[in-house]
């Protein structure tokens, strides 16, 4: 990162302090390697005091789940009707 790069990024840390940030994160990347550098940038901003809300998704551990179970679910990404398998998987999948 270059001194002019970060510069750039400082001069928006007044404007947003004490402010809330609604972060939404799909499960696919919970999943990735590049997760804890996305945690990072969040607890950066922590740091400069902008309050961070996290929403997670679990689309793709409750597909995977379900695979492995060999469950039909009604629909993984939270639209839609979803029925009581599904219902079950989401929450284990959300939750372990």
Do not use: C, W
């Amino acid at each position: 990162m270059k001194v002019s790069d970060l510069r750039g990024i400082l001069q928006y840390v007044p404007r947003f302090r004490e402010r809330i940030f609604v972060v939404a994160i799909d499960g696919e990347i919970v999943a990735s390697p590049n997760f804890a550098n996305i945690l990072l940038d969040l607890a950066v901003l922590r740091s400069l005091s902008i309050k961070v809300i996290l929403v997670h998704g679990a689309g793709l551990q409750i597909a995977q789940l379900a695979t492995e179970r060999g469950l039909t679910i009604s629909n993984s990404d939270g639209t839609g009707i979803t029925d009581e398998t599904t219902l079950k998987i989401s929450l284990e999948a959300a939750t372990t």
